[in-house]
Nanobody
Framework: QVQVVESGGGLVKPGGSLRLSCAAS????????MAWYRQAPGKIRELVAR???????YYADSVKGRFTISRDNAKNTVYLQMNSLKPEDTAVYYC???????WGQGTQVTVSS
């Protein structure tokens, strides 16, 4: 069975940083497009960042310059480095493997003083 599992969420103060991890099993991610989404209370799920099987990336305007998506094929893991966090970044963050459409369970990120 294919499993996609996020980790690294938590509570952080405004201006702080977090690194989210997305580890996969049952599938090799070397050539799979991967993406991070987030969903805040009362809002729709939105695309935050995407990385191809190569190195091409996409970022939502709201996070561009603050967030960085990357992958480590040897570890079969995708990361989201989040810097200069703002209260409006508070949401549940989800990892998605776009080869076969597999979703993780989500990890909560809360930015508050």
């Amino acid at each position: 069975q294919v499993q996609v599992v996020e980790s690294g969420g938590g509570l952080v103060k405004p201006g702080g940083s977090l690194r989210l991890s997305c580890a996969a099993s049952g599938i090799t991610l070397s050539f799979a497009p991967m993406a991070w989404y987030r969903q805040a209370p009362g809002k729709i799920r939105e695309l935050v960042a995407r990385i191809t099987g190569g190195t091409s990336t996409y970022y939502a305007d709201s996070v561009k310059g603050r967030f960085t998506i990357s992958r480590d094929n040897a570890k079969n893991t995708v990361y989201l480095q989040m810097n200069s966090l703002k209260p409006e970044d508070t949401a549940v963050y989800y990892c998605r493997c776009e080869m076969g459409n597999y979703w993780g369970q989500g990890t909560q990120v809360t930015v508050s003083s």
